[in-house]
């Protein structure tokens, strides 16, 4: 390069690609196991792919090489489609994305992952082509002199200002062709040269010409967000997905009548229902879209029906006091601190329903987060209705697990318990984690427990278990763990969910670290488990 830039100038283009989603930057996986868990976070969820550009100009100044650099980057927008685990296998093994951020190419066969792309495709495949082609003509073709126009505005003293720079980028390599062809779009548009397009720009009352806003449609959809959760709820508590499960498809008269509701009232909530893609709409009817029939009616292994209910039924009205929580920093809810949800006996079947669904859904993924083959017993607190403990028992056959919750809570498990082996290994014992002796186990389990409950209570909990695990055991944290900057991944900020139900919080991995080191427990080490939950294993250390 030294030598050449004595004869010409060189362009330099480094380029490097990255995929994030909810905060988490996805390099190249390591090995199969990473790119399943990379995909596994794109599964069915929108995600953003990132380029930054580096183009560096060389030339000789004064017999010695010279350069200036010019940045930008390029953002995409990327959904995949909901994918069974077959085909995510079936596309690691391929060997495909092992080189590829993300894990997957878009111009090869990771293009059958992808439902849509907002933005530039050549981004996602690896260079923003469009984007670099306009910085070089900015770089190299800047607008010249005569391109400034003057624009006055009554007494206001004119002021120079750029015109569109597409005339230049739409033309011809030849600036001085590129102006002639901007000058003739104008005239067919029926302007001058000091025309400005309606809708795209205008002058403000310094006389600034200024590029009127993107309109901000996402902003808008956060802003009316509440409502499409709102027709959600009201979709499951009327059993709209229960009923087209069994019967289907139904036109809105006939979905009125079974769910004792008004025509007009019905038909509008079920194009809501379309329009947010929980629904399919048909000459013929209405029918549930296959995430509904998984997900949205009541009776299905990973219903999430209870804990829409719940969320419509509590953690709404808790929402509405938001601004009070954040005031006084504390949990309020109608004026008085919020109870624990198991506390009411009205609340606490659905409560129930609500954790063993959303259990489910990560419950295999926690029990594979780690190897736990070396463990024989292990003892879930607070594991409700045992679903974590199923996972467990399926992928380990070795492993025996007792279920530790409140009395109340394991007179209704029978509810929730499928008929199968799987469940021999498994026994319940009511009891409060706090007061009442723990049983032996080499392993014990504490899953969405820790963040529920103040410091104070988390020591003296840790404190129990460290008590009753012997040296060698472990301790299972499944939580969601916070960056270091203590950003949280997911769609929803949890830290708002604790601030206004409950007096715990998240912690980030050196706090756990740093906790569980207190109460003995060592090598602790950290795997992902999901889009919203980690898992955090440590080892108890023999006394000093």
Do not use: M, Y
């Given at each position: 390069m030294h030598q050449k830039d004595l004869r010409?100038?060189?362009?330099?283009?480094?380029?490097?690609?990255?995929?994030?989603?909810?905060?988490?930057?996805?390099?190249?996986?390591?090995?199969?196991?990473?790119?399943y868990r990379m995909l596994s976070r794109l599964n069915g969820k929108e995600h953003s792919v990132?380029?930054?550009?580096?183009?560096?100009?060389?030339?000789?100044?004064?017999?010695?090489?010279?350069?200036?650099?010019?940045?930008?980057?390029?953002?995409?927008?990327?959904?995949?489609?909901?994918?069974?685990?077959?085909?995510?296998?079936e596309y690691i093994d391929s060997g495909e994305p092992m080189d590829k951020a993300g894990g997957y190419g878009i111009q090869a066969l990771g293009g059958m992952l992808v439902e849509y792309v907002h933005g530039d495709f050549l981004n996602v495949v690896g260079f923003p082509l469009n984007h670099f082609c306009k910085k070089l003509v900015e770089l190299y073709y800047p607008p010249r002199r005569r391109d400034v126009q003057r624009v006055k505005h009554d007494s206001i003293p004119p002021v120079d200002t750029f015109e569109n720079l597409s005339d230049t980028e739409q033309g011809s390599s030849d600036p001085a062709q590129g102006n002639e062809g901007g000058?003739?779009?104008?005239?067919?548009?029926?302007?001058?040269?000091?025309?400005i397009p309606a809708?795209?720009?205008?002058?403000?009352?310094?006389?600034?010409?200024?590029?009127?806003?993107?309109?901000?449609?996402?902003?808008?959809?956060?802003?009316d967000g509440f409502k499409a959760s709102k027709a959600l709820f009201t979709a499951c508590k009327l059993k709209v997905f229960d009923v087209l499960k069994d019967e289907a498809p139904l036109k809105a008269m006939d979905i009125a009548g079974k769910i004792d509701a008004s025509v007009c009232g019905t038909e509008r909530l079920l194009d809501v229902c379309v329009a947010l893609g929980l629904l399919e709409k048909a000459d013929r009817g209405y029918c549930n879209t296959d995430l509904a029939d998984l997900h949205l009616a009541s009776d299905g292994e990973y219903s999430l029906h209870g804990l829409a209910m719940h969320s419509n039924d509590h953690a709404w009205n808790l929402f509405t006091d938001l601004e009070l929580a954040v005031r006084e920093g504390a949990n309020v809810a109608f004026g008085r601190k919020a109870e624990h949800p198991v506390q009411s006996k009205q609340t606490k079947l659905q409560f129930m329903r609500a954790m063993h669904g959303l259990t489910n859904l990560t419950a295999r993924q926690v029990a594979t987060a780690f190897d736990l083959s070396r463990f024989t017993s292990a003892c879930d607190l607070g594991g409700c209705t045992g679903a974590l403990a199923r996972a467990l028992t399926q992928q380990y056959p070795r492993l025996k697990v007792t279920v530790v919750d409140l009395p109340e809570v394991i007179e209704h498990v029978p509810c929730f318990q499928p008929e199968g082996r799987q469940t021999e290994r498994i026994s319940f014992v009511p009891g409060d984690f706090f007061k009442d002796d723990l049983p032996e186990a080499e392993l014990y389990l504490l899953s969405r427990i820790l963040h529920e409950w103040p410091d104070d209570k988390v020591h003296e909990l840790l404190s129990r278990v460290s008590g009753s695990c012997k040296p060698g055991g472990g301790i299972l944290v499944a939580e969601t763990v916070l960056e270091e900057n203590r950003a949280a991944r997911g769609s929803l900020p949890a830290s708002l969910n604790l601030l206004v139900r409950t007096r715990g919080r998240e912690r980030s991995l050196p706090e756990y670290r740093r906790l569980l080191e207190q109460h003995g427990f060592w090598d602790v080490r950290l795997a992902h488990a999901g889009d919203r939950l980690d898992v955090v294993l440590g080892t108890r250390a023999s006394p000093p």
């Open positions: 010409a100038p060189d362009v330099v283009i480094g380029a490097d690609t990255i995929v994030t989603v909810g905060g988490l930057i996805l390099e190249k996986p390591v090995d199969k196991q990473d790119a990132f380029t930054g550009v580096a183009i560096v100009h060389c030339c000789t100044k004064d017999g010695q090489l010279d350069t200036e650099v010019s940045e930008f980057h390029e953002e995409t927008t990327v959904k995949f489609s909901e994918l069974s685990e077959e085909l995510l296998w000058s003739h779009r104008r005239a067919e548009a029926g302007g001058d040269r000091g025309q809708g795209s720009q205008g002058a403000d009352s310094n006389g600034t010409v200024g590029i009127t806003p993107q309109f901000p449609a996402g902003l808008l959809e956060l802003i």
